[in-house]
């Protein structure tokens, strides 16, 4: 069996139409459907179980020895969340239970770190999961601090040899793009806001930049598909041998201007773009550059390509977006 938190969120639907894809299961999601968006990401799915957080571990308690693995991706994942009790309670105390729950069953545990622990990029992008090397991260959000905090504990439990879940993962997921978005509303990567304006022929107004180092369209992010992160999630379940913090981007930055004409092209249309400046609230904090990278999974033995940026944009919005029933 194996158990998704967040199964109904942007990766988790996609993770478990993976699971399933590849003849994986019994699948159980916990997650709230408390969306007509998030129903539909689970519609397609044949599921053992749909779980509602509250009953998280009365569940697994009484399934424990069915349980094959957990991928926690559930999380309160806005970046612009204040509520700090809010996401300590879920991003923190509940992956820490999680991870205890994994290591007293002996049950592999792969969960949902950011890119947005790295701040501003100052320190770089090494996913080095010592933990002198996570005390230098500063993130500039709350969101990326609780997903932080959590990544510290686990490698404070690493670092004092104490026990652990057989295997377990980290993934410091940068800038995901893909199908089963729309629940996210503005916290949607640009694919589908882009996709919106492209399909009614009209321009898409992207943040002007306010660093003279890049162009307005130019500043630069590691767009990943959520297929391939998929693909990895499970070959690390598969390998049982390799564990630790990885990054997962493709290793290769490119602009939102890149972004928005791939989805204009992928709808048949030439690129109409204008710019708007950076909203003030967000300006001081906004990241300009990053690039994971992936150099560590790469060593630990993950050889397959990554998609690029236009066909996994074509991808998106030619099986998914343009489609009547665009839920993967």
């Known amino acids: 069996m194996y158990v998704v938190t967040g199964g109904a969120g942007f990766i988790g639907s996609n993770l478990l139409a993976t699971l399933e894809a590849r003849g994986r299961g019994p699948l159980v999601a916990i997650d709230r459907c408390d969306d007509a968006h998030k129903s539909r990401n689970l519609a397609k799915r044949k599921l053992a179980h749909v779980v509602p957080p509250e009953e998280t571990f009365a569940f697994l308690d009484a399934h424990a020895r069915e349980i094959t693995a957990i991928f926690h991706l559930g999380a309160i994942t806005s970046t612009t969340e204040r509520d700090l009790v809010k996401l300590d309670e879920v991003n923190v105390r509940l992956s820490r239970a999680l991870w205890m729950w994994c290591t007293r069953h002996h049950v592999p545990f792969i969960y949902a770190s950011s890119a947005a622990t790295y701040g501003d ?56 793009y893909g199908p089963n ?96 400046d950076t909203p003030a609230d967000i300006r001081g904090q906004y990241q300009y550059f990053t690039q994971a990278r992936m150099d560590r999974l790469r060593t630990a033995g993950y050889a397959r390509p990554f998609t690029t940026l236009e066909d996994g944009v074509t991808a998106t919005v030619q099986k998914y977006l343009s489609q009547p029933d665009p839920y993967r």
Not at 124 to 138: I, M, T, Y
Not at 153 to 165: C, N, S
Request: hydrophobic share 40%; aromatic share 12%; glycine share 8%.
């Open 121 to 176: 990029g100052s320190e770089g992008f090494d996913d080095d999961a010592s933990v002198p090397h996570l005390a230098r991260l500063k993130p500039l959000n709350p969101y990326g601090q609780s997903k932080h905090s959590f990544d510290l504990v686990v490698a404070q439990d690493v670092a004092a040899l104490a026990p652990v879940p057989p295997l377990w993962a980290g993934l410091k997921f940068f800038n995901i």
């Open 181 to 276: 978005e729309f629940h996210k509303g503005s916290q949607a990567s640009l694919v589908p806001q882009v996709y919106g304006k492209a399909a009614a022929g009209e321009a898409y107004p992207l943040f002007k930049s306010h660093n003279p180092t890049y162009p307005d369209g130019g500043q630069l992010r590691d767009f990943v598909f959520v297929d391939d992160c998929c693909d990895v999630m499970l070959w690390l379940l598969v390998q049982r041998t390799v564990s630790g913090l990885f990054n997962l981007g493709t290793g290769k930055a490119r602009s939102f201007l890149d972004l928005a004409s791939a989805v204009y092209r992928a709808t048949g249309r030439e690129p109409l773009i204008t710019f708007r």
